[in-house]
């Protein structure tokens, strides 16, 4: 879930409680692709910690051994950007060739994750504890945009803290379900996006 959306807030997305979101064009009951229902949890927004980086990489060697066929394995979201204060939740991206839960949730399933969105072309598995974020993507538009959002913050000192200052803000409210704060941030994360993208142009930018 950058809430990831979060960047996926854009285009009709929304959190699903990490930095990369979740799609509600599956349907309008959450049921119909949020595992378990709605979760109240409290938004808390840290400092930046180093430790964040080695507990991705322990997560990487878990996923790569549990989908050997996956093409790339990317740490994303706010905790991949230094600097950036954000929830302690690890997001990873994991780029899928014809996404199918059948053959990719089992593997991940024996690895301690437990499945948590399910969409067309999306996945989400986490860790019992919440605090890793396994995305399993099958489309490019998507797999781009969190890339890019992360390669642009940490490019962009002065996004980078207008985007923090915006989590922190919406962080002092109360939230029913952490959707509603991923879905508040959703035009901060158009502005910012826009300025990436525009970057990107610039300087040919390119995920591969």
Request: aromatic share 6%; proline share 4%.
């Amino acid at each position: 879930m950058f809430g990831l959306l979060c960047v996926s807030a854009i285009n009709g997305r929304v959190g699903g409680g990490g930095d990369l979101g979740t799609r509600r064009d599956v349907g309008n009951d959450t049921g119909d692709w949020l595992v378990g229902g709605r979760e109240p949890r409290k938004v808390e927004i840290v400092e930046y910690q180093a430790e964040w980086v080695r507990r991705y990489e322990l997560e990487r060697q878990k996923i790569a051994a549990a989908l050997p066929h996956a093409i790339a394995i990317e740490h994303v979201g706010s905790t991949s950007v230094p600097g950036l204060g954000a929830k302690p939740i690890i997001d990873i991206q994991v780029e899928i060739k014809g996404l199918d839960e059948s053959r990719d949730i089992p593997p991940l399933g024996a690895a301690g994750y437990l499945l948590r969105v399910r969409e067309p072309n999306h996945l989400m598995v986490r860790t019992p504890a919440l605090d890793v974020h396994v995305h399993l993507w099958a489309d490019a538009d998507d797999l781009d945009r969190h890339l890019l959002f992360r390669d642009w913050l940490r490019e962009n000192a002065e996004d980078r803290n207008t985007y923090e200052a915006a989590k922190r803000e919406l962080a002092t409210h109360e939230w029913a379900d952490t959707n509603d704060y991923a879905d508040a941030k959703s035009d901060v994360i158009i502005e910012i996006t826009a300025r990436a993208r525009a970057w990107a142009n610039d300087t040919g930018w390119s995920r591969h």
